[in-house]
Nanobody
Framework: QLQLVESGGGLVQPGGSLRLSCAAS????????IGWFRQAPGKEREGVSC????????HYADSVKGRFTISRDITKNTVYLQMNNLKPEDTAVYYC????????????????????WGQGTQVTVSS
């Protein structure tokens, strides 16, 4: 059974950076498409960035393009989300999730497609 654990959240000033980590256990991360999602109070969960199981395809929400970068380290079984130039509207609980029902180069950044979820990590952007 795949288990995911996020870390790296915290409080940061506008314009600052954070790197989130999603560590997997129980299976290899490169068997899955991995997505980062976020949910702010009173809002629906939204896809932030996703990477295919092959690692060849990545998707970013328009709101984070040019600021966030998704990457992975297969040797550490970990996926990262580097977040730069953070804005107050990035404040949310961030979750990573895994989707095992895709072809290697396919990704779908819809939360409903993901089967395994971490517990989330809080990111707060405030001065």
């Amino acid at each position: 059974q795949l288990q995911l654990v996020e870390s790296g959240g915290g409080l940061v000033q506008p314009g600052g950076s954070l790197r989130l980590s999603c560590a997997a256990s129980g299976s290899r991360l490169d068997y899955y498409a991995i997505g980062w999602f976020r949910q702010a109070p009173g809002k629906e969960r939204e896809g932030v960035s996703c990477i295919s199981s092959s690692g060849n395809n990545k998707h970013y929400a328009d709101s984070v393009k040019g600021r966030f970068t998704i990457s992975r380290d297969i040797t550490k079984n970990t996926v990262y989300l580097q977040m730069n130039n953070l804005k107050p509207e990035d404040t949310a609980v961030y979750y990573c999730a895994a989707d095992g029902d895709r072809w290697p180069n396919q990704i779908d950044c819809s939360a409903s497609e993901y089967d395994y979820w971490g517990q989330g990590t809080q990111v707060t952007v405030s001065s």
